[in-house]
């Protein structure tokens, strides 16, 4: 029997896989000329939870593990750095004051999601596929369902768990630059010591 054919439906990466497809059906919706700019709005108010707890729980339980592996580390890097700027995109275009600069931030946002979903699921997810187990990927899918259920429930305002990601990976970075320049590797182990990561 193949692995796809014996993964559940809980494995994360059919989990996320899902989830983009589903909001990338809605941002298409959100495009229609026919819509009132009131309709586009509300539509979009509605959208925001279910996508922030999304790319919340991806970050949390899938991008937190993806750098933990150097092959993945850049890319899940650049993952980060795209759902930062497509929340912001989000908020901006809640803020939008007439029709037309919400069907523009509307535009941009939509390629956004595209290409972010298209890099993630031809570099990242393969390479994901291949690091973890099976049995991996699926406890992993039912505490991404969790995470995303616990999140579309709190505050949007809350703090992004990506910031901490990002600093533990530069650190991680300057330690090994340091070693590079010669700082010898009990100075660097003291450091790590006093600052704890
Ligand atoms: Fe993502």
Not at 129 to 158: D, I, K, T, W
């Amino acid at each position: 029997m193949s692995e796809q054919s014996s993964v559940h439906s809980w494995e994360i990466l059919r989990c996320v896989v899902a989830d983009q497809d589903a909001f990338r059906t809605r941002l298409a919706d959100l495009a229609a000329p026919e819509l009132r700019f009131e309709e586009r709005q509300e539509k979009l108010n509605a959208l925001l939870p279910a996508f922030t707890a999304h790319i919340r729980a991806e970050e949390e339980v899938l991008l937190s593990r993806a750098l933990e592996f150097d092959v993945a580390r850049v890319t899940a890097m650049a993952a980060l750095e795209e759902h930062e700027i497509t929340e912001n995109l989000f908020e901006k275009a809640k803020q939008s004051a007439h029709p037309e600069q919400l069907q523009a931030r509307l535009k941009v946002l939509t390629d956004l999601v595209v290409q972010h979903a298209l890099r993630s699921e031809k570099e990242l997810y393969p390479m994901l596929r291949s690091q973890l187990s099976v049995a991996e990927r699926e406890e992993m899918g039912m505490r991404y369902r969790e995470a995303r259920e616990r999140n579309e429930l709190a505050p949007v305002f809350q703090m992004p768990v990506r910031e901490g990601l990002l600093e533990s990976q530069t650190g991680r970075i300057g330690y090994v630059i340091a070693w590079f320049l010669g700082i010898p590797v009990w100075v660097l182990l003291l450091v790590f010591m006093v600052r704890g990561h």
